[in-house]
C-alpha cells in the first residue's frame, strides 16, 4: 500500500466514522460514495477496515495497560478490561458501529473477530498458546460478553477479577 493509498483509505474511514456517528444503524453502501468508492468495494471491506482500527487502537492500550500491571496474573485480565473500556470511551461510534453491525461475520471479517478474541484471551491469561484455536477465542468470546455486560464507569462499579 502506498502513502497516497494510506492516506485515501485513513479519509474514507475518518468520512465513515463522521457519518456513522449521525446514523449508526446505516451503513452506507460504499458505492454510493465517492469518498469511499475507490477504496472499499462493499460493507464488508468497510467492516474489515473498521475492525481492522478497533484492534489497532486496543492493541496500544492493552501494551500501555500491561506494562502498568507488569504482567502478573489477575492484574494481566485487569489490565485487558481496563484496555478494552479504555478503548471503547475514547472510540464510542467505532464500538457502536461494529456490536451493531458485526452480529454473525463471515470471511476475512470472522477471521478478523477472531484474532481479536485470541488477542483478549491470552493477554488476560485465560488461555495458552498451547491451546486449540477454537478454544482460545471461545475463551475470547466469553471475555468480551463480559465486558459488553460490565461497560459501566469503573469507579462505581469495579469488575471483580479472579483467576
Avoid: Y
Wanted: proline letters at 6%; a negative charge; one cysteine or more.
Amino acid at each position: 500500500m502506498s502513502w497516497q493509498q494510506f492516506h485515501r483509505r485513513q479519509a474514507a474511514i475518518r468520512f465513515l466514522l463522521e457519518r456513522l456517528a449521525k446514523t449508526p444503524e446505516q451503513l452506507p453502501d460504499p458505492r454510493a460514495h465517492d469518498e469511499l468508492s475507490d477504496v472499499f468495494d462493499d460493507r464488508e471491506q468497510l467492516l474489515c477496515a473498521l475492525q481492522h482500527k478497533w484492534t489497532q487502537q486496543l492493541t496500544g492500550r492493552l501494551d500501555a495497560r500491561l506494562g502498568e500491571c507488569g504482567g502478573r496474573g489477575g492484574d494481566r485480565l485487569e489490565a485487558v478490561r481496563r484496555a478494552w473500556q479504555d478503548t471503547a470511551t475514547a472510540n464510542p461510534v467505532l464500538r457502536e458501529v461494529l456490536d451493531r453491525h458485526v452480529t454473525a461475520p463471515e470471511g476475512e471479517l470472522r477471521r478478523a473477530v477472531e484474532r481479536e478474541r485470541r488477542l483478549l484471551a491470552l493477554t488476560g491469561g485465560l488461555a495458552e498458546h498451547s491451546e486449540p484455536e477454537t478454544e482460545i477465542s471461545r475463551s475470547g468470546a466469553a471475555l468480551l460478553r463480559l465486558l459488553h455486560s460490565s461497560e459501566r464507569p469503573e469507579a462505581e462499579f469495579p469488575l471483580p477479577v479472579t483467576v
